[in-house]
């Protein structure tokens, strides 16, 4: 990515499925510029086999990812009130409780610990459960629909998982119809009864909303790899917890959450971007991962700088499909570091760095496991 954005910025790509070429942005201005200009749409993609880096399009094509505006904001106000501020702070309370708990145990049975089984799957799912009002029984189920989801290299099982997923949350808002309570499905039900949604975008966004919940795994998981291979960060953010929230930035910002690129765009007339015509019809990706290395808006882009300021990374998206659950991601990764750096005093690898295993085939990025001790 980072020859790619000296050699370009703006690039022609084949990726290992779909037909024929696209377009790759690569630096931070034009990524922002891309992400939120109505010239290039995301609805224009469905029924098209643009070139991808998966077998499949992972969102449903009825997904808010597959909508512009005005559909696009008419179906994620629709959810607003569950990711706003007031929202996600409705939760902190329950989440804190939630890995307390899960805390708890993983000391009480003593070290050494797989974190990735113990803290950082288990956490985010519970949380994101319950925002969408997924109830504890069905947990299981839906839990292993995301993984096979995310799993690329099998379409097959993806894309019956894809719609089995569909199929639950269609019957689940279905039951909530009346739009009682303040969680996602009640929301959603609420206004697909009202006529204010289709059920088909409802059912869609809200696997989109499930599946994204559990990149927060991914996430910390990262950011806990990273953590303990830099020591110097890790005893500074014990010393000094109000950094934590900048620095959390910084991780956000310096993680390749992605294996590459996510959802393309059409261009829907002719555009000039970094000094390159992109033409009507032809498919755009654009590089967040890039974009938040770019040395233009970064100085040292590939340093770790726990107080970088400013810090506009994009690990969140930009424009209009920026990530509706930003803030609920960010709670819940303030709660994860705070536990591993302060439960934990003496928190290391149980076994050498050179032994650990990253997921391969999967979208987003991330350690099989995380076995430490303390």
Request: contains cysteine; neutral net charge.
């Amino acid at each position: 990515m980072a020859e790619l954005m000296r050699e370009g910025p703006v690039t022609r790509i084949r990726l290992p499925h779909g037909e024929g070429w696209a377009w790759l942005v690569t630096r931070h201005e034009d990524v922002r510029m891309v992400t939120n200009d109505p010239r290039f749409s995301r609805k224009a993609v469905v029924g098209r086999d643009i070139t991808r880096l998966a077998p499949h399009f992972i969102p449903l094509k009825d997904s808010v990812a597959f909508q512009d505006p005005p559909d696009h904001t008419r179906i994620r106000r629709a959810v607003a009130p569950a990711f706003t501020a007031r929202g996600v702070e409705r939760l902190r309370d329950r989440a804190r409780e939630t890995l307390d708990g899960l805390v708890g145990d993983v000391l009480r049975d003593g070290p050494p610990a797989d974190f990735t089984e113990r803290l950082l799957a288990p956490f985010p799912l519970a949380v994101i459960c319950e925002l969408m009002g997924v109830p504890a029984a069905d947990r299981d189920d839906v839990h292993r629909w995301t993984a096979l989801i995310l799993a690329s290299e099998d379409r097959e099982s993806s894309e019956r998982a894809k719609q089995e997923m569909y199929g639950y949350f269609t019957g689940l808002m279905r039951e909530r119809s009346a739009g009682d309570g303040e969680d996602v499905t009640g929301l959603l039900g609420g206004a697909v009864a009202a006529g204010e949604v289709p059920e088909a975008a409802a059912a869609g966004f809200a696997v989109l909303l499930q599946i994204g919940g559990e990149a927060v795994t991914k996430n910390c998981g990262n950011m806990l790899y990273i953590l303990l291979t830099h020591p110097g960060h890790l005893a500074r953010l014990r010393s000094e917890p109000a950094l934590r929230p900048s620095a959390i930035d910084e991780l956000l910002r310096y993680i390749p959450h992605r294996n590459a690129v996510g959802l393309s765009r059409i261009a829907l007339e002719d555009v000039t971007v970094g000094g390159v015509r992109i033409r009507a019809g032809e498919p755009v990706h654009v590089s967040y991962v890039a974009a938040n290395r770019d040395p233009d808006v970064f100085p040292e882009p590939d340093r770790i700088d726990l107080t970088r300021r400013p810090n506009p990374h994009v690990a969140f998206g930009h424009g209009p499909h920026y990530c509706v659950g930003a803030l609920l991601a960010r709670m819940e990764t303030e709660l994860l570091v705070s536990a591993f750096l302060d439960r934990f005093p003496r928190l290391r690898f149980a076994v050498p760095v050179t032994e650990l295993r990253w997921q391969r085939g999967a979208l987003i990025r991330g350690p099989e496991a995380l076995p430490v001790t303390w």
